[in-house]
């Protein structure tokens, strides 16, 4: 007798398959610009400054590895909840808002997909077209209800009024996943008008926001890309949102994050709390320590976090400014219009408009490594090699 005779085999994720493909490519001149991590002018994911010298720290002071508790570190909790919401933020004035520590940004998607399914149960879960793929599949493997609204049409433009027109006809009080910033895969963002005329149809419909804040700092800076978590804390009584620390902080191994709650009194939010604490028990017990030791140490120091927060500012630059390189090193070709939405998206990752059969040229005639739906991770490219890859553009774009 087999017990694993009729276990079938799934394919491998995507994405990391191509980082398999890549590291087996012999080519010298190969380029990753698939896998979603920042990398340097070297092409390395450098660990920030900070990071080391909070690492230290902890090296030379800590005194136990004992469990740190069911929400987490109590200290990451507090700091990070100031930097999403705004230190003077009136939920945490009177308590309304707080955060459970999880294993990364992923986790914490997790741990709000099982808290819908348990406590908000028959809730169906709405993700823009397209979005993050893990999006898909965390919350249809949770048994939720996956919709979708309109976000970047066929054209790769954003449309506004699209997706509008369908969360307006969004059954009442189900639940709307929103990307806070560097919209994952897209890089195209809602304007404030925009984000205003959401939360006009999330208050009308009586939708419960879930904001994916995975990329804070990496769009137009730290506070202005908190904007609309802050706007809808304010003016709503009840939200969700996941963070993560693993691009901001460069802790991408170190599996950090959070699920805020934002509830409309303390009494409830307590509520809320006890059924995390109860469902994060049966995932994964008690999170991680040290990656969320490191932002706390960094959070909670005035020199740490400046650092920090200068180091951070350099990488959203340098990704600002490979986006502007590109278009410049396309010119020639008489493609700088055709991309020049490159330029507009946030954050690390852009649609560039490459059709399937355009991205497989690219891997296969230049080592050139993309997402097969045209997905970019700007933060990889070299601004010693953009005219190169302007090139190999130029011709997979010619014929």
Not at 128 to 151: C, K, M, N, Q
Not at 192 to 220: C, H, M, N, S, T
Request: proline residues 5%; contains cysteine.
């Amino acid at each position: 007798m087999s017990h694993f005779a009729q276990i079938a085999r799934v394919p491998g994720d995507p994405i990391l398959g191509l980082m398999e493909a890549y590291r087996a490519d012999r080519n010298p001149a190969k380029l990753d610009l698939g896998v979603g991590v920042y990398k340097d002018a070297q092409g390395l994911t450098p660990v920030p400054r900070a990071v080391k010298l909070a690492e230290q720290r902890l090296v030379d002071s800590e005194t136990s590895k004992s469990y740190i508790g069911g929400h987490g570190d109590a200290l990451f909790c507090s700091h990070l909840t100031k930097l999403v919401l705004g230190a003077d933020s009136h939920l945490l004035e009177h308590q309304r808002a707080a955060a459970s520590q999880t294993p990364g940004g992923t986790g914490a998607l997790r741990l709000a997909a099982d808290f819908l399914r348990h406590c908000l149960p028959g809730r169906g879960i709405w993700l823009s077209d397209p979005t993050w793929p893990i999006h898909e599949t965390i919350f249809a493997e949770a048994g939720l209800r996956v919709g979708h609204y309109p976000y970047v049409g066929a054209d790769n433009r954003l449309n506004v009024e699209a997706m509008i027109a369908a969360l307006s006809h969004l059954p009442q009080g189900d639940v709307v996943l929103l990307h806070a910033c560097c919209h994952n895969p897209t890089g195209f963002d809602l304007g404030q008008d925009d984000w205003r005329r959401v939360l006009e149809v999330v208050k009308a419909r009586e939708l419960l926001p879930l904001i994916d804040f995975a990329y804070q700092g990496f769009g137009d800076g730290l506070e202005q890309d908190a904007w609309a978590v802050r706007r809808f804390a304010a003016e709503l009584p009840e939200l969700l949102i996941t963070s993560s620390c693993s691009k901001n902080f460069g802790l991408y191994r170190e599996r950090t994050g959070a699920l805020l709650v934002c509830s409309a009194d303390a009494e409830k939010l307590l509520d809320v709390r006890s059924q995390l604490a109860s469902i994060a028990r049966n995932l994964w017990s008690t999170p991680p320590a040290h990656g969320a030791a490191v932002v706390a140490t960094i959070l909670a120091d005035v020199e740490l976090k400046a650092l920090w927060s200068n180091e951070l500012e350099s990488m959203r630059q340098r990704v600002v400014s490979l986006r502007h390189g590109l278009i410049e090193a396309l010119q020639p070709y008489g493609l700088a219009e055709r991309f020049a939405h490159i330029a507009v998206q946030r954050g690390m990752f852009s649609y560039t408009g490459l059709s399937p059969q355009q991205v497989q040229r690219l891997r296969a005639e230049y080592s050139v490594y993309l997402v097969g739906s045209g997905r970019a991770n700007v933060a990889g490219l070299d601004s010693e090699r953009l005219d190169a890859l302007a090139q190999a553009i130029a011709r997979v774009c010619s014929s």
